[in-house]
């Protein structure tokens, strides 16, 4: 898109279609199987959609659908009647969506090919809705999407899903997460694989944990940041966090996860004790196991 140019939305309907559709630009395929996993994830279509349906009066409300992927939370705006449904898909996804959205015959939603970010003078909308979260909430950089969106796209009164995103922390005690990394310690044969090890816990993973799997069974958790969307946020975070021990325990790590507030009635969250979503937690091993005795920070 040339810079400064007004992005026009198209209504699909009348549009020519055909069954196939070119690779991404980088000539690699679509990503269908990552939209087919957000697809899967009834635990989320459920909670956007309780949102959704507790904001919308049909006939009236407008929506904007930001970051829209298939198009799944715009379609299903539309069937809770809409009046209009503005969709806001960059990747070449956007052409699935466009082939859905004329398959299910929505003729109130219409979708632009473009970033929301380089729209210059959209029309505004009663309801903001954006899933651009990941296992680290903001690594899909919602905040500055939704930054941008609350100035730009939203009418005087209007809401924005999700509200606020928390994020939380605990100590892993679960010790098969470890020797799930350090493996490398058994390779033999006289062979020392220390340095990939290494390699190994200086990374990231996702994983599920039980609350067993978490100090004091998940109850340790500590917040250590909070996003709220109605107004401007910073895209880097920092915070921090310290437990005191009340009995000696072996620490491997730390479990980050999430939750965010879709509406004053609907939140969505990635602990240990709520319905498992494709999110999962974060993993990030120590380098080495803490031991800690009692009251011991």
């Known amino acids: 898109m040339v810079s400064g140019e007004r992005v026009r939305l198209q209504v699909v309907k009348g549009r020519k279609q055909t069954d196939s559709w070119l690779p991404t630009p980088d000539g690699t395929p679509m990503r269908i199987e990552y939209h087919r996993t957000l697809l899967a994830d009834r635990v989320r ?5 309780r949102a959704l349906q507790s904001v919308i009066v049909p006939g009236r409300t407008t929506v904007a659908d930001i970051g829209a992927g298939t198009g799944f939370l715009g379609f299903i705006a539309a069937k809770l009647g809409a009046a209009r449904v503005d969709l806001y898909e960059t990747g070449e996804i956007a052409e699935l969506a466009r ?59 209007g809401m ?54 978490l100090l004091e069974a998940a109850s340790a958790a500590v917040a250590w940041d909070k996003v709220s969307f109605d107004k ?35 939140t969505l969250a990635t602990g240990p004790l709520d319905a498992r979503t494709h999110w999962e937690k974060l993993y990030l091993p120590a380098l080495s196991q803490i031991e800690l005795m009692t009251r011991q920070h």
């Open 45 to 49: 279509n459920a909670a956007f959609h």
């Open 232 to 266: 401007h946020n910073k895209t880097t975070r920092v915070g921090e966090a310290e437990w005191l021990t009340n009995k000696p325990v072996t620490i491997y790590g730390r479990a980050l996860g999430w939750s965010a507030e879709l509406t004053s009635s609907v």
């Open 99 to 157: 082939r859905l959205l004329k398959h299910n015959r929505l003729s109130q939603a219409r979708i632009a090919q473009v970033h929301s970010t380089d729209v210059e003078t959209p029309d505004r909308v009663d309801v903001i809705v954006s899933e651009t979260l990941g296992n680290y909430p903001f690594e899909e950089n919602i905040i500055a999407t939704l930054n941008h969106a609350r100035a730009h796209f939203l009418a005087p009164g």
């Open 160 to 213: 924005l899903i999700p509200r606020r995103v928390e994020q939380f922390v605990c100590p892993v005690v679960g010790e098969r997460f470890h020797r799930e990394l350090t493996i490398w310690d058994e390779v033999g044969y006289e062979l020392d694989f220390a340095p990939a090890k290494i390699m190994s816990l200086n990374n990231i993973y996702v994983r599920w944990f039980a609350p067993n799997d």
